[in-house]
């Protein structure tokens, strides 16, 4: 990190214990709230501590249902919110030693306390706060390009999204220190600069890399195919990484306080490549169709980095935009911060109620059928079938997006389950009332509409999630 002069410890030390204090207080105010892919992880993580292996299904064949290959492996014996507030910490005291006004470092701090898809998924249970972690590490790491590169690369290996960013900030790095040559060196001069920093640019582009290189190759080895399972089993497209790229970047609120372009353009330094950096990832969001995980977890881990970007940025410019621009960040923070951690705690609170309602009622299943397999596996070792294909190949490849697999009744009879757990909004009063149009979702709904299911399967119970009216019904075998 780059310093002029003695930094003030006093102010070093206030934005330490601040950051700390927003990380560990914002993970405390989301904690209820849980994704619910986090549980697929789990399981994965469980039956590898068991002994049964890499499996979904106890007993089953060994399937690429974890996105960032190397989670399960670190899920049990870590705890993300812990990590990421300790990193936050190192964060807090790092932005106060970079030479920028003091305003931007505060407001910095404001912006991480009231950032949504920081609180969320630092304590989602995803892989996602190690790799805010790892993410943020790097973007401080500008006088250590080789380091930055190693956290970046271990970023992208938990986030396969991040690559792009991880190359672009560990090869911008190495450019930034090269870049200042005055007119007095002479052209011959600059041009040896350029030549000699192109092989460490590689060098460090090659270091980001290899993580996401090494689990795409084992990925390749293992079960046949370079890209993740969810790849296939949710396909999206350009218009879907569009709209999600633009609500992200509001709801993230960094993206909003570097709209400075006569600041990014004077700028040489570590700040262009943040801020590079971050357009790159944002393009390679919309170009893989965004995510449909809630608030804005693909942006989430480059939130502290684009933070960084806005103090190195706030001695460039003007400062009365720099202020008008993170003083309209602040009002977004206001407006959907307070809404947003209610919903939090409400759903994983509703969350936690329905599980223990549906214990006893799932206890004695030996095999499930659901598109939600999450929370269901949180309660239940059953062989749970995947109607999503995320942890199946099979289902993954039958075509239709995330929650329109083209399933048939007889395809689901075929893997004999004894009870299928379905979304439904509303919520029928009682089994007996269950109407075919309340299920919104295309395969829960072509299942229970046809007489081959009918035949087979009835309403037995309801699992209420919440007071909004929705929930889910337990279909039993007749």
């Not at 271990?154 to 040559?181: C, D, I």
């Not at 072509?446 to 399967?457: G, P, S, Y």
């Amino acid at each position: 990190m780059e310093e002029i002069g003695q930094p003030r410890r006093t102010l070093v030390a206030a934005l330490a214990v601040a950051s700390f204090v927003a990380a560990a207080g914002s993970s405390w105010l989301a904690s209820p709230f849980a994704i619910d892919d986090a549980f697929i992880s789990i399981r994965y993580a469980r039956h590898l501590a068991d002994g049964a292996g890499y499996v979904w299904n106890v007993g089953g064949p060994s399937t690429d249902g974890v996105t960032p290959l190397p989670w399960a492996f670190l899920v049990e014996p870590m705890a993300g919110a812990l990590v990421w507030t300790l990193t936050a910490t190192f964060w807090g005291g790092a932005i106060g030693r970079i030479e920028a006004p003091t305003w931007s470092k505060v407001f910095a701090v404001a912006l991480l306390a009231a950032n949504v898809p920081v609180m969320a998924h630092s304590a989602s249970g995803m892989e996602t706060s190690f790799a805010m972690a790892l993410a943020t590490l790097a973007a401080l790491q500008d006088k250590r390009p080789r380091l930055a590169a190693l956290f970046a690369g271990l970023a992208a290996s938990l986030r396969p999204e991040l690559v792009v960013w991880s190359v672009t900030l560990a090869a911008g790095f190495v450019w930034a220190s090269h870049a200042y040559v005055t007119p007095s060196d002479g052209d011959a001069i600059a041009r040896d600069r350029s030549v000699s920093r192109a092989r460490p640019m590689f060098g460090a582009a090659f270091v980001a890399a290899l993580p996401f290189v090494l689990c795409a190759a084992a990925r390749l080895v293992a079960f046949g195919r370079p890209a993740p399972l969810s790849v296939i089993a949710k396909p999206s497209d350009f218009a879907h990484g569009l709209a999600y790229a633009g609500a992200a970047a509001v709801l993230s609120l960094a993206p909003l306080v570097l709209m400075a372009p006569v600041a990014i353009a004077r700028e040489r330094g570590p700040a262009a490549v943040l801020v590079l950096a971050a357009l790159a990832h944002f393009a390679v969001i919309i170009a893989v169709g965004g995510d449909w995980m809630p608030y804005a977890r693909l942006v989430a881990p480059i939130v502290p980095a684009m933070l960084v970007a806005f103090v190195r940025l706030a001695p460039s410019g003007r400062l009365s935009c720099h202020l008008l621009r993170a003083t309209a960040a602040v009002g977004c923070a206001l407006w959907l911060t307070p809404g947003s951690v209610r919903t939090l705690r409400r759903a994983g609170e509703e969350r936690a109620r329905m599980i223990e309602v549906a214990r006893p009622l799932l206890a004695s299943a030996k095999r499930i059928a659901a598109l939600d397999i999450g929370w269901v596996s949180a309660i239940s070792e059953a062989t749970i079938i995947d109607l999503a294909g995320v942890t199946d190949p099979e289902v993954a490849v039958l075509g239709g997006g995330h929650t329109s697999k083209r399933i048939t009744p007889a395809f689901l009879l075929a893997n004999a389950p004894d009870v299928a757990v379905f979304y439904a909004d509303p919520l029928p009063s009682s089994p007996d009332a269950v109407d075919v149009d309340a299920f919104p979702r295309v395969v829960e709904a072509r299942l229970v509409r046809a007489e081959l299911f009918a035949t087979h399967f009835a309403p037995t119970a309801l699992l209420p999630l919440g007071e909004r009216g929705a929930g889910y019904v337990i279909y039993s075998k007749r």
